[in-house]
T-cell receptor, first 111, second 113 residues
């Protein structure tokens, strides 16, 4: 089946540092989404990307849709303690098809 | 409603019992998805609906799992003859239309003893 390889699995950083995580696939996707999940809650959408090469920002978050359509990355600038959580990438191959999730990146921010 | 609502929040059952998990999507959302999430893993697709039509059920693990959405709104995921390996967080999500962004509920934590 479809697989999304997300890295790194976990990150431990100091408050104020920038963070980068990425997601790759052997298949082409036409939509990439990035979600954040806090303990005990469902994933919450951060950024949606719909076009190859697209670069989209949401506050301190920036995500890009890779030009090959097989990868995406998420950057978080000037991290703060509330950035702690699990970040998931998700991709969709065609409109209306299933959304496939990566395994997640656990982010820990030390004050 | 304001968000995707799932019930019950927690379900503990004995092996062999049937369970029904309910999802109430955001009002007006056409598409409804069921996912299963194991601890420390990403959500795993189970099935999804557009209106009342089940579009893809290829993610359902076996024939003990079924889902319905008879009136195109509330959906029920049913697991028959539960087994311990069915224990997981079951999450529902909805979207305004096909291919749109998914909004997740808080999930139902199922424990099969």
């Amino acid at each position: 089946g479809q697989q999304l390889n997300q890295s790194p699995q976990s990150m431990f950083i100091q408050e104020g540092e920038d963070v980068s995580m990425n997601c790759t696939s052997s298949s082409i996707f036409n939509t990439w989404l990035w979600y954040k999940q806090d303990p005990g809650e469902g994933p919450v959408l951060l950024i949606a990307l719909y076009k190859a090469g697209e670069l989209t920002s949401n506050g301190r978050l920036t995500a890009q849709f890779g030009i090959t359509r097989k990868d995406s990355f998420l950057n978080i600038s000037a991290s703060i303690p509330s950035d702690v959580g699990i970040y998931f990438c998700a991709g969709r191959q065609t409109s209306g098809s299933r959304l496939t999730f990566g395994e997640g990146t656990q982010l820990t921010v030390n004050p | 409603g304001a968000g995707v609502s799932q019930s019950p929040r927690y379900k503990v059952t004995k092996r062999g019992q049937d369970v029904a998990l309910r999802c109430d999507p955001i009002s007006g959302h056409v598409s409804l998805y069921w996912y299963r999430q194991a601890l420390g893993q990403g959500p795993e697709f189970l099935t999804y609906f557009n209106y009342e039509a089940q579009q893809d059920k290829s993610g359902l693990p076996n024939d003990r799992f079924s889902a319905e959405r008879p009136e195109g709104s509330i959906s029920t995921l049913t697991i028959q003859r539960t087994e311990q390996r069915d224990s997981a967080m079951y999450r529902c999500a909805s979207s305004l239309a096909r291919g749109e962004k998914l909004f997740f509920g808080s999930g139902t934590q199922l424990s099969v003893l």
